[in-house]
């Protein structure tokens, strides 16, 4: 760590950061939610396109809004779930639920929005931004996670509460703060030895790869 600006190293974030779902209500500064977003913004992007957009919400009567739309697509998410459930399986979506459960209490959400959806390779010119985003929070010792849970059936609603237009298409929602219950990695990734194949594909490697990673 940089004693003088707290700060991390590259590659302490990247082994480092991870989904977190709890968050303390302390507001962000807008310079750290700022510096996140520019981060974002010096992504590749095909053609150096850069057909990205950032909505960040800190206005409590904005998020309170965004807050039932993702209670409610989370609702039917889980009932659905429990109605797949055997007996005795554990309740879904634990950690989910836990954000859920606090959901008007996160500070910031980060709307990503793709501004040329259509084009050829678009959604391929706004993750590496997304990814940018969740490892320059991490790099300043906030917490984010990607989210779905504005988008599915809640995504007309969040669009009207966002004054989204129709040519621009949200990809990715993203609550911001400063991690309350929850810890940053070391994240469990597929090991190396699994995944790396030398100079061909290395028969034996590629059905783990194929696995769903529940480790
Ligand atoms: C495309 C994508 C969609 C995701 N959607 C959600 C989501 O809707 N809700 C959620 O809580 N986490 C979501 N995540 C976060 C993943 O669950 C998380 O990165 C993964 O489980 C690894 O967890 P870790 O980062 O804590 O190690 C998503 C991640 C990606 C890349």
């Known amino acids: ?29 807008d310079e750290l939610i700022e510096r ?33 739309i993702a209670r409610q697509t989370f609702d039917g998410m889980y009932q659905a779930a ?18 859920v459960d606090h959901i008007d209490d996160i500070p910031v959400w980060i709307a990503i929005c793709l501004t040329m959806p259509g084009s050829p390779g678009a959604y391929g010119s706004i993750w590496p931004a997304v990814q940018n985003l969740l490892l320059a929070a991490r790099g300043l010792g906030l917490g984010a996670v990607l989210t779905g849970l504005l988008g599915g059936p809640g995504l007309e609603q969040t669009r009207k509460v966002l004054g989204i237009p129709d040519e621009v298409e949200p990809v990715a929602f993203v609550p ?28 034996g490697k590629a059905n783990t790869a194929k696995m769903p990673y529940r480790r």
């Open 82 to 99: 429990l109605g797949r459930a055997q007996p005795g399986d554990p309740p879904p979506f634990p950690k989910l639920k836990v954000m």
């Open 1 to 29: 760590m940089d004693e003088s600006t707290g700060e991390i190293g590259l590659f302490e974030a990247i082994y480092s950061q991870r989904a977190i779902r709890s968050f303390k209500p302390d507001p962000v500064p």
């Open 176 to 203: 911001l703060g400063f991690p309350d219950k929850q810890r940053y990695g070391p994240t469990t990734r597929r090991p190396l030895s699994e995944v790396l194949h030398w100079e061909r594909w290395e028969e």
């Open 36 to 68: 996140v977003v520019e981060a974002a913004t010096k992504a590749p992007s095909g053609g150096n396109s850069q057909p990205w957009a950032f909505i960040v919400v800190r206005d409590p009567v904005t998020r309170a809004e965004l807050g039932a």
